[in-house]
Structure formats: structure tokens, C-alpha cells
């Protein structure tokens, strides 16, 4: 993640737009939105530094004294986000602040669970298109351009604001999640239904940070996750209020791997257990 500036002599293309435009640093997550401490960052400075060389090694995790974010969208895009998706996006951190780790508590009473838990929120009168294409803002603005040169339909939907329906080749899903890491993968591959029913290698992109786990999944035959598909957030127009039920797993970030939601629990339970080898996504 590029976290200074670019030289004028680097010119650098929107992630929203796609134009050539000076940049500007957008927080990922927003800076309204808990993201206002120093992070520390691991994996996607590689990522991102793919975008001017394709064989950048990795780098040490840096801290980045202003919050997690980047220099990936341009000042209009970057304007635009924060005018109209921004603050419906903070309503919906509040709710999964409140679940998590408000008086229920949820992360705290499953931690010592192996099995997956669940929890459906219900929210009154929200406007979801603006939550989904915040969602869809910040998985462009932290990934290389290549996520929006090979779906520029997903960067039509976040950048214009009247734009309805999420893309059909990508799926959008959302876990909750309570940390402690924070993970940013653009472009991971993983195997789900491993020697199961079939195996499916997905293409994903995965913004973890509390409360939520963002999955964006590229042309599945199979749902990545097994709940928490918001996708259909997108069918509403921007203005749209709704009542909203979504089913998520609860997740926890104990790996830097993407995608892997395991509790603590779940977690030594696989590693002292489970012999010889046995890969994170479970074989279930
Ligand atoms: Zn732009």
C-alpha cells in the first residue's frame, strides 16, 4: 500500500475512476469508521507495489502513523465516497461494533466455541446501496488497478452513485469479525469443498478489519462462504431504504490467511488435533 505520496514524477492511476489524476490518501477503512490509530500493515504493501513492479518482493510491515490507507483514489473519488457512502457506512460499523462487542458480547462468548457461529443482524431503515458501494470504494482503492481493469463493471457501480445492481460476476459477502488482525488481501486464491463435493479454486479479495470481514468473490460456481452473501444490496437504488436481515458467520482473524475465520478455539483445536496436515479452510 503506497503510503507516501507519489512524486509528480510517478503519475499514478485512480483505483475508482481509472483516470491519470494526482492522488489522494484514502483511509481504508474510513477514518470516521475506527480507523484513526496508527496500523500496522502486512501483505499489502507487496500487493500494491505490484502495480508499478510486478516482481516487488515483500517488504517489512510498516506502521502508518495516520491509519490504514493509501494513495490509490483520485480527490473528486475520493470526495464523492466520503459525501455519500461514508456515512451510511459508519451506521453499519456501529451495528457491528454493538453486536460484537456491545453488552451480547458475541465475540467474547464464542471464542471458546469450535463449531462456527452464527448471528443475524436486523437493521431498520438503512440505505444499503451506499454500505455496498463503500464496500466496493475501499476493495478497488486497496487493490492493484487490475481488479478494475478486469471488472470495470464493478468500478462503474462505486463510482457512480446511480448505478443499481452489483455486478453479476462478483459476489459480495460479510462476516463479522473480531480481530486481532487486520488483513488485507487483493487477489488471494483459495480451495473451499476440499475433497468433499468437488473442489473450487475462488479468487478473492478480502478487506478484514473490525467489525466486519468484507469477501469480495470473482466469477464462484459455489458460495465462498457459507452465509453473508450481500450481494443483493446492490439491487437498490442509492436513496433506497430498507429493513435489513442479513445471517453472518462470526469470524475471528487469528491468521494472516485470508478468508480464515476460525475462533481461537477452533483454531488450537485444528492445530494440536488434527494430523498430519489439514488446511485452514477446514474440510467440512
Ligand atoms: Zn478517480
Redesign the pocket.
Given at each position: 500500500m503506497q503510503s507516501r505520496p507519489p512524486s509528480e514524477h510517478e503519475p499514478r492511476r485512480?483505483?475508482?475512476?481509472?483516470?491519470q489524476?494526482p492522488l489522494t490518501f484514502e483511509h481504508i477503512p474510513p477514518r470516521s469508521a475506527h480507523n484513526r490509530a496508527p496500523a500496522a500493515i502486512q501483505g499489502i504493501e507487496t500487493w500494491l507495489a505490484r502495480d508499478s513492479d510486478p516482481n516487488a518482493v515483500a517488504r517489512r510491515p510498516q506502521v502508518q502513523q495516520r491509519g490504514s490507507g493509501a494513495y490509490s483514489?483520485?480527490?473528486?473519488?475520493?470526495n464523492l465516497a466520503g459525501r455519500l457512502y461514508v456515512p451510511e457506512f459508519r451506521h453499519w460499523i456501529e451495528m457491528g461494533t454493538t453486536v460484537l462487542f456491545g453488552p451480547d458480547d458475541l465475540a467474547a462468548r464464542f471464542r471458546d466455541e469450535r463449531e462456527t457461529a452464527y448471528a443475524t443482524v436486523k437493521l431498520k431503515q438503512r440505505r444499503p446501496a451506499r454500505f455496498v458501494k463503500q464496500i466496493a470504494t475501499m476493495l478497488l482503492a486497496m487493490s492493484p488497478p487490475g481488479l478494475g481493469d478486469n471488472f470495470p463493471e464493478l468500478r462503474a457501480y462505486a463510482?457512480d452513485p446511480n448505478a443499481v445492481g452489483f455486478p453479476d460476476r462478483l459476489r459480495l459477502y460479510l462476516a463479522l469479525y473480531a480481530g486481532p488482525h487486520v488483513r488485507y488481501a487483493a487477489g488471494a486464491a483459495t480451495v473451499r469443498n476440499f475433497l468433499t463435493t468437488g473442489t473450487e479454486i475462488h479468487h478473492v479479495y478480502e478487506l478484514a478489519y473490525p467489525p466486519f470481514s468484507y469477501i469480495l468473490s470473482l466469477e464462484e460456481q459455489t458460495p465462498v462462504i457459507e452465509t453473508g452473501n450481500a450481494s443483493n444490496f446492490g439491487s437498490l437504488r442509492i436513496d433506497q431504504s430498507a429493513d435489513v436481515e442479513l445471517q453472518m458467520i462470526v469470524g475471528y482473524g487469528e491468521t494472516p490467511l485470508p478468508l480464515d475465520l476460525r475462533s481461537p478455539a477452533a483454531l488450537t483445536a485444528d492445530t494440536s488435533e488434527r494430523e498430519p496436515f489439514m488446511p485452514p479452510w477446514g474440510g467440512k
Open positions: 485512480c483505483r475508482l475512476c481509472g483516470e489524476r483514489l483520485c480527490g473528486p473519488c475520493n463510482a
